[in-house]
């Protein structure tokens, strides 16, 4: 058994299983029981709280096992803040795209302000498939430009990269926004910072696999999908 098959070593299920409801439940706003019922239809009998569970433990690892496999963005980033409700408090989720509409990172952050922006900035540049940005385009958040400012001086982000803010210019990224806010809606919220971060994880990462964003592989291949998230994780095909 390979390392990362052994991950699945003392689950009640099979690997296969486990990935399946991980990628049903990222990819489409269905509930944990929509995924209990589907189940059942395969004859396996599996409760809410432990498709859940598998959501918890198995999205942070497919977002951390993909990022090799990234194309290269674009060098036009769009970076745009939305909210998230979690246990009755709104938070905020950080998003970036490319103008191509690729996606290139994403932070969940408890404050909206200048010391999130940059952490926001550091995360996305610290990921190999991100380009070096010729521009960023953000709305009109206050948070942004002394974000920006510093991050330029300490060398985060290159002196070259042009800065725009305008209100209208991420309107592609509010588009973009909407595959994540179906599925918290769907969720109806979340119960806890940590939860809310594992599973927008796999929201975030089934949406760049169905995006196209893997190397050698077509936007919307399904079974080209499912073969290569169980190797990912070491699963014969």
Known sequence: MSQTAKEF?????????????????????????????????RGLSVSHTTVMRWVHEYAPKLEKKIKHYIK????SYRIDETYIKIKGTWRYLYRAIDSHGNTLD????????KK????????????????APRVINVDKAKAFPPAFEESQAENVISISTKFRQQKYMNNIQEQDHRFT???VRQSQWFQSFHTA?????GY????????????????????????????????AA
């Open 9 to 41: 070593k003392y689950k009640q299920f099979e690997g296969e299983v486990i990935l399946w409801a991980v990628r049903w439940y990222c990819q489409f706003a269905i509930s944990y029981r929509d995924l209990v019922i589907m189940a059942e239809e």
């Open 116 to 131: 999130a922006a940059k952490k926001f900035f550091k995360k996305i540049l610290a990921n190999k498939y991100c380009s």
């Open 197 to 201: 971060k594992c599973t927008i994880a």
């Open 72 to 75: 290269k963005s674009g060098d």
């Open 181 to 183: 806010k179906r599925r």
């Open 106 to 113: 994403w932070v969940l952050s408890v404050y909206r302000n």
């Open 204 to 235: 975030e990462t089934m949406h760049m696999i169905r995006k196209g964003q893997v190397k050698n592989m077509a936007a919307n291949n399904v079974q080209a999908q499912v073969t290569f998230i169980n190797k990912l994780f070491g699963l």
